[in-house]
């Protein structure tokens, strides 16, 4: 279980973040949704121990991480931008943390996860040859191979587009199940974390508006930035749906 | 905020402790011994010798009026070519000779291209003979001037070049759709875009001339110019120390000039983030015109470098013009040149392994790095780029005179590391910034630790930039003659030094032979250097 006490961070004199406080159980999938700017990307690095923390405790499983470095917390994220390795290629990215420690994932366990994101076509391909929907795949098993507590994903789709943007939102509920990996996901997109995911944070300005299953956000909005901001863009999108397709398929 | 790492701040320390020590301190000494009187007192009285020496005075003047000419001169051709090779659809391949050809004297000590430019127009020279008259005078104003523009043109060259990438090309086609006349539409469209550009190459080919060495050491006759004053202060016949550094200060003066000038200059630089290809109209006398120019220049400039190539294969040029290898066998034979151009290669390596690792280094950490003053690189770099080899050298002679490190090797590295630092470093430093910022990141959570992933990642995607930052610490090395006059020994002499103490010989034979020694090794480096580039290239998009 991840716990957030209070945590609040400025950056220079601004207050990015204030007062964050909520638990994630085991296994479920947790987004951050926020308009831009309101600090989804800067609690996601707190969470990972690259950004200190001004005030406040990251918990985790109990033990206090607030001031343990980023690489002995054990957890791993995937960056919007994917941050691969261009001199390397697909496989070379895959594996490349199993240079520092053997033994965390065999090699069958590699191919596994190879295969379950079905990257096999691709391990020879330089990353450059790759499209947005495979550089993702291939980010995701750099990271799973190190076996994270806890999977970090910035904006997962927002690069990718129409029916791959699917397909990845399909595999990244699968992965958490399959490996009950703990996961929490930064988006800017309401349907997306709607759809996604097991329970929704939606930070505005550097505070919680709101924390709760997707039921909950559609059925009991707790303010108006909900209704305005999140809920209303989703009326929208289905009023368009109406439009065009007429009532039945509502 | 991620945390500077010791291994950070340990890199951090030795670069600071290698600017203090190699640039700081000399130029402080120097600074203050312009103020020291031969008589240990303090005050203005070197600088009041200095301003009432007409010879002095005379050769400031002289300097000023030279290198004013040729800015102009360089200037103007360098337009001339880079709007050759960008705006016009003159054979393709002739702008790829043209790119190519234009950088060759950049291969070249200056010192040889006096040498080339005396058996070229003097008294037995090639065309001489051709016209069976002196042209005219070369000792002085003429030569100083062939000898600078062919020096300041590739530089001038590339500053022009790469502005005119920034220039959009759909303003000329919007121009001519407004029915602007030629001349209008020529000056609203590429020479105003340009005029920073412009700028700059004038002031950098002034200062490039007014702080060079090798040209009037050869060609310059009983034209005195700073540089041969100043030479003439530490190394005549009677040293004088406190001379030397208020020449030297006096000479730092234009440089720091210069520097600010590029700087405000920079500020005119268009800088278009989007890019359109757009066809050029045709224009048949614009094509003719500047295809005919470019040409001219380019075989006028490898005109004057023919006799380095000729010389040293006939038996005695210009009488007897039989094919001969005696020459080059004979210098092969004399220990004395084989050494020096060995100690040149000693240098060279040296200087392009060490320079290219502390000037990444130096990158590395002003572009990838949360350490705090990392700031502090860029001033060494803006210091770097304003001091003359020249005045450096000198400085070094001042603080190190008495250390062990006098008439070694590593002395004359150091001083080409600094003395050259700036162009790689920005080099690097560009690489490196463009570089996705969350490598060290995803490394760190890989389980490497900072070197590692600086070792198994940033390095293999920047090797392109370390192989050109390698190869143009290597070619200047080879070449400069500014920077380690005041340095070499009799043990540590190098080829660009030899050819000052061989031209009093008359010598000349050695002497071609001995540039045309450096011109292909640094050929050779460049062209390892490309092809290795080309192997690595694979690796980007
Ligand atoms: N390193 C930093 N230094 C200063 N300000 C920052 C830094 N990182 C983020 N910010 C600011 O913090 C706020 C929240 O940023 P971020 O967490 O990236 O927002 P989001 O990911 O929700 O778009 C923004 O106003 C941003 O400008
Ligand atoms: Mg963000």
Redesign the interface.
Known sequence: MLELQNISKQFDQKVVLENIDLKINSGEIVSLLGPSGSGKTTLLNIILGLTRIDQGKVIFNDEDLSHVDMKNRGFNIVFQDYALFPHLNAYENIVYGLRNKKDTASVEEVREYIEFLELKPHLKKRIGELSGGQKQRVALARTLVTKPKLLLLDEPLSALDGVIKESIKERIKSIAKEFGLTTIIVTHDPEEALTLSDKILIINQGNISQFGTPFEIINQPKNNFVKEFILRQLQIKRQNIYNLFGEKYA | ???AKPEMRAIFIIILLLFFTFLIAPLLVLFFRSFVSDDGGAGFSNYMEALSNNTLISAIGNSIKVSGATAIITTTLAFALAYAVNFTRIYQPLKSVVKVGILIPMLIPTITYGFAIMYTFGNQGLLTKLFGRNLFEIYGFNGLLIGYVIYTLPAAFLLIHNSFKYIDKKFIIVSKLMGDRTLRSFLNTVVRPLSGALGGAFVLSFILSFTDFGIPASVGGTYDVVATQLYQAMLGSIPDFSQGAVIAVLMLFPAVAGVILLNYLEKFNFHYDKFSETELTPSKFRDSFFGAASVIVLLAMLSVFAVMFITPFVTAFPYDLSFTWQHITSIFQSNDLVSVYRNSLIVAVLTAVLGTIITYGSALLNARTPIKGKQTVDIFSMITNTVPGMVLGLSYLLLFNNSSLKGTFIIIVLCNIMHYFTTPYLMAKNALTKM?P??E????????NWI?TVY??IL??SISTVLEMFSYYFINAMVTISGVIFLVSAQTTVVASKINELQHFAKFNEIFVLSVLIFLTNLLVRAVCDALQKRTA????
């Open positions: 905020m991620r945390n996705n969350g490598w990141t995803s490394g760190e959570l890989l389980g490497d590692k198994r990642v293999p995607n694979i690796y980007k998009k």
